[in-house]
């Protein structure tokens, strides 16, 4: 059946389609060693499991009506039942060596370009000729597609948790939590921007129409008439281009977890800190003078009446990055405190959370994605890849590693994703091509940070 697009759904299209350097689409690469007789797996049979397993992933098969947003038309999703799932997955192949320097220029191209909306918007590449025999698999899905959760699902369906599970056994696409039922995920969406997730049919309830109108006439109220005071520009805010370069690392999550710990905070404090000191690194190279940075730390607006909170402060959603400070605990601290601001001013406001406002939050939604990608609020984004905490294997090959990739805002050239799998926290760093050449510098400084912050801890 067809479906409408939610008016957040709606808003990422448009926010790509106002700005060419915007590509609003997650990714990640998945690196496995050679299958059991070496090497990569053969195309085929790649395309075959997916065809078993997202058969009945109506979200996967459908496309676009028509590829652009227009004032008074939205574009309607429209199921392909007879769509091929198996053709969104092609093949490619690095240039030798297939080394480490290899592998980030290719996926720095590869999400330098945007995907086709004629199509579903999703694709998976088995990447071929990574060193040692080893290969990837490279996923790309749009935001208005499925969420960062939500990805997984497809994610799931080209692993599994053994090497060699048995036939009829429940595979691990199974076990992930999926979207749920076409009808609830789509819209009855008649009137724009108001009625969306969980809405009303405009031409059935007119009265309740009406008072959604007025509520959501309410918010975007209070939200238009927030003090926001635009973050300071920094070299990394301005005009970007389309071009991107990826810079990856990784760290233990034991050790991050023992950091945070010991030194009276979170794992997560300790990998804003570290991204701090990436930064500290690149402007001290630079000759930049800069006290601190803004991050936004993006919330799941999907699930807005579970996880999203709106009050007074919509700042709630970012966090200041002390960067002028020399000591790493002293500038773990500030972090960390910052960051615990931040969270309890979000429980703090719960009273007009939007469960008990009787308000569909579609609107709302529209409003904190347009913040999301405004020019001149905060500096960078840092968000988490949902990933898997065990080890996961694709035809008998296991998995040894996650490059994660968020994408970059309007006037923002970095962003940084971090991912957990077996025991590790990855982190992957998305920069434009021009404005950030001395990408390596952000790492160094990470890293660096990550070796001050374990000697302090211990």
Not at 103 to 119: A, K, M, N, P, Q
Not at 141 to 169: I, K, M, Q, R, T
Not at 346 to 358: F, I, K, M, P
């Given at each position: 059946m067809r479906s409408y697009l939610s008016p957040l759904d709606a808003t990422f299209l448009e926010i790509e389609e106002t700005d060419a350097?915007?590509?609003?689409?997650?990714?990640?690469?998945?690196?496995?060693?050679?299958?059991?007789?070496?090497?990569?797996?053969?195309?085929?049979?790649?395309?075959?499991?997916?065809?078993?397993?997202?058969?009945?992933?109506?979200?996967?098969?459908?496309?676009?009506?028509?590829?652009?947003?227009?004032?008074?038309?939205?574009?309607?999703?429209?199921?392909?039942?007879?769509?091929?799932?198996?053709?969104?997955?092609?093949?490619?192949?690095?240039?030798?060596?297939?080394?480490?320097?290899?592998?980030?220029?290719?996926?720095?191209?590869?999400?330098?370009?945007r995907l086709d909306r004629s199509r579903p918007l999703w694709e998976v590449t088995l990447l071929e000729g990574l060193e040692g025999g080893r290969w990837a698999l490279v996923?790309?899905?749009?935001?208005?597609?499925?969420?960062g959760f939500s990805a997984a699902n497809l994610a799931a369906?080209?692993?599994?948790?053994?090497?060699?599970?048995?036939?009829?056994?429940?595979?691990?696409?199974?076990?992930?939590?999926?979207?749920?039922?076409?009808?609830?995920?789509?819209?009855?969406?008649?009137?724009?921007?108001?009625?969306?997730?969980?809405?009303?049919?405009?031409?059935?309830?007119?009265?309740?129409?009406?008072?959604?109108?007025?509520?959501?006439?309410?918010?975007?109220?209070?939200?238009?008439?927030?003090?926001l005071q635009p973050a300071v520009p920094t070299s990394l805010n301005g005009a970007i281009g389309t071009d991107r370069r990826l810079a990856p690392l990784d760290v233990s999550l034991e050790a991050l977890e023992r950091m945070g710990r010991e030194l009276g905070g979170t794992a997560n404090d300790v990998v804003l800190t570290a991204v701090a000191g990436g930064l500290r690194r690149l402007f001290e190279q630079r000759g930049e003078e800069v006290e601190r940075v803004r991050a936004i730390l993006p919330l799941n607006l999907r699930r807005a009446s579970d996880a999203l909170v709106l009050g007074e402060e919509v700042s709630s959603l970012f966090v200041e990055l002390e960067v002028?400070?020399?000591?790493?605990?002293?500038?773990?601290?500030?972090?960390?405190?910052?960051?615990?601001?931040?969270?309890?001013g979000a429980a703090g406001v719960a009273n007009v959370a939007l469960e008990r406002t009787d308000l569909t939050p579609s609107l709302v939604q529209s409003v904190i994605a347009r913040v999301a990608f405004t020019p001149r609020l905060f500096n960078l984004t840092v968000t988490n890849i949902p990933s898997f905490p065990f080890k996961l294997y694709s035809l008998g090959a296991p998995m040894r590693r996650v490059v994660p990739?968020?994408?970059?805002?309007?006037?923002?050239?970095?962003?940084?994703a971090t991912g957990g799998y077996d025991g590790r926290v990855y982190f992957g760093l998305n920069a434009d091509r021009d404005t950030v050449p001395d990408l390596p510098l952000v790492r160094a400084g990470i890293e660096e940070t990550l070796h001050d912050l374990s000697r302090v801890a211990a």
């Amino acid at each position: 059946m067809r479906s409408y697009l939610s008016p957040l759904d709606a808003t990422f299209l448009e926010i790509e389609e106002t700005d060419a350097s915007a590509q609003v689409q997650i990714g990640w690469a998945n690196v496995f060693d050679p299958v059991p007789g070496g090497g990569p797996p053969s195309l085929e049979t790649l395309r075959e499991q997916a065809r078993s397993r997202l058969e009945d992933a109506s979200v996967l098969r459908r496309r676009l009506s028509t590829p652009q947003v227009a004032q008074l038309a939205m574009p309607i999703w429209l199921p392909d039942p007879a769509f091929d799932v198996g053709e969104l997955i092609r093949r490619d192949t690095l240039p030798a060596p297939g080394g480490e320097e290899q592998l980030t220029e290719w996926l720095g191209d590869h999400f330098s370009r945007r995907l086709d909306r004629s199509r579903p918007l999703w694709e998976v590449t088995l990447l071929e000729g990574l060193e040692g025999g080893r290969w990837a698999l490279v996923f790309k899905v749009h935001y208005c597609l499925v969420d960062g959760f939500s990805a997984a699902n497809l994610a799931a369906a080209l692993v599994d948790a053994e090497p060699h599970p048995e036939e009829g056994a429940t595979t691990l696409a199974e076990l992930v939590t999926a979207l749920g039922e076409e009808e609830q995920r789509a819209a009855l969406t008649r009137l724009r921007g108001v009625i969306g997730v969980g809405g009303v049919d405009a031409e059935i309830k007119p009265r309740d129409v009406a008072a959604l109108l007025w509520r959501s006439g309410v918010i975007a109220s209070r939200l238009a008439n927030l003090q926001l005071q635009p973050a300071v520009p920094t070299s990394l805010n301005g005009a970007i281009g389309t071009d991107r370069r990826l810079a990856p690392l990784d760290v233990s999550l034991e050790a991050l977890e023992r950091m945070g710990r010991e030194l009276g905070g979170t794992a997560n404090d300790v990998v804003l800190t570290a991204v701090a000191g990436g930064l500290r690194r690149l402007f001290e190279q630079r000759g930049e003078e800069v006290e601190r940075v803004r991050a936004i730390l993006p919330l799941n607006l999907r699930r807005a009446s579970d996880a999203l909170v709106l009050g007074e402060e919509v700042s709630s959603l970012f966090v200041e990055l002390e960067v002028a400070e020399p000591d790493p605990f002293r500038r773990y601290r500030k972090i960390a405190a910052a960051a615990s601001e931040t969270w309890e001013g979000a429980a703090g406001v719960a009273n007009v959370a939007l469960e008990r406002t009787d308000l569909t939050p579609s609107l709302v939604q529209s409003v904190i994605a347009r913040v999301a990608f405004t020019p001149r609020l905060f500096n960078l984004t840092v968000t988490n890849i949902p990933s898997f905490p065990f080890k996961l294997y694709s035809l008998g090959a296991p998995m040894r590693r996650v490059v994660p990739m968020a994408p970059l805002c309007s006037g923002q050239a970095l962003s940084v994703a971090t991912g957990g799998y077996d025991g590790r926290v990855y982190f992957g760093l998305n920069a434009d091509r021009d404005t950030v050449p001395d990408l390596p510098l952000v790492r160094a400084g990470i890293e660096e940070t990550l070796h001050d912050l374990s000697r302090v801890a211990a």
